[in-house]
């Protein structure tokens, strides 16, 4: 089975400043890598698919990057809504797929 | 819209069964693989099944596979999960997802709490 390791746990980020999460896999995924936004009490968000793509309706702040086993997903100027749990997650062995165990991002 | 339903959710004593349901809308509900998804009280998402549009294929990760069994009945736009043998450690909001293979998982139902407790 292939671990997705995100990183750092928590990020701790002032409003309008860039954020960068990180998310690496135990092997290469091939670019099959989904990012998604979780506030409490609500429904994870898709924000971005295939490492790169933003999903519809997804402001263009939100950017995401990377290759083989290494992806990035950045917040180029939070905004005060944006403060959330942000998960990756890989689907190269479609349908199974696995998920990091988050990163959380909380106002400095 | 679309929009994916869960319930059937519930308080259930170690050992029980529970199925759960969800009703789909505002979509092609056979054209599309649907999953289950579980998120354990302050922990992380799991999956926890998927079914191939026509009902050909189900997989499951070894954490339930024998235990939960995914279907669905596209005559009635509804994807099930019945779920035997349950432990303390199934419990969790249980969510309904549409999968786009490639694209992600675009819809995501609100959830519905399953509680194992004795």
């Known amino acids: 089975e292939i671990v997705l390791t995100q990183s750092p746990a928590t990020l701790s980020v002032s409003p309008g400043e860039r954020a960068t999460l990180s998310c690496r896999a135990s092997q290469s995924v091939s670019g099959s890598v989904a990012w998604y936004q979780q506030k409490p009490g609500q429904a994870p968000r898709l924000l971005i698919f295939?490492?790169?793509f933003r999903s519809t309706g997804i402001p263009a702040r939100f950017s995401g990057s990377g290759s083989e086993t290494d992806y990035t997903l950045t917040i180029s100027s939070l905004q005060s809504e944006d403060f959330a749990v942000y998960y990756c997650?890989?689907?190269?062995?479609?349908?199974?797929?696995?998920f990091g165990q988050g990163t959380t991002v909380e106002s400095k | 819209e679309v929009q994916l339903v869960e319930s059937g959710g519930g308080l259930v004593k170690p050992g029980g069964s529970l199925k759960l349901s969800c009703a789909a809308s505002?979509?092609?509900?056979?054209?599309?693989?649907m999953n289950w998804v579980r998120q354990a009280p302050g922990k992380g998402l799991e999956w926890v099944s998927s079914?191939?549009?026509?009902?050909?294929?189900?997989h499951y990760p070894d954490s339930v596979k024998g235990r939960f069994t995914i279907s669905r009945d596209n005559a009635k736009n509804s994807l099930y999960l019945q779920m035997d043998s349950l432990t303390v450690e199934d419990t969790a909001v249980y969510y309904c997802?549409?999968?786009?293979?490639?694209?992600?998982?675009?819809?995501w139902g609100q959830g519905i709490l399953v509680t194992v407790s004795s």
């Open positions: 997802v549409r999968d786009t293979q490639f694209l992600g998982y675009d819809y």
């Open positions: 997650q890989h689907y190269n062995n479609w349908p199974r797929t696995t």
């Open positions: 079914i191939s549009s026509r009902s050909t294929y189900m």
């Open positions: 295939g490492a790169s």
């Open positions: 505002g979509f092609n509900f056979s054209t599309y693989s």
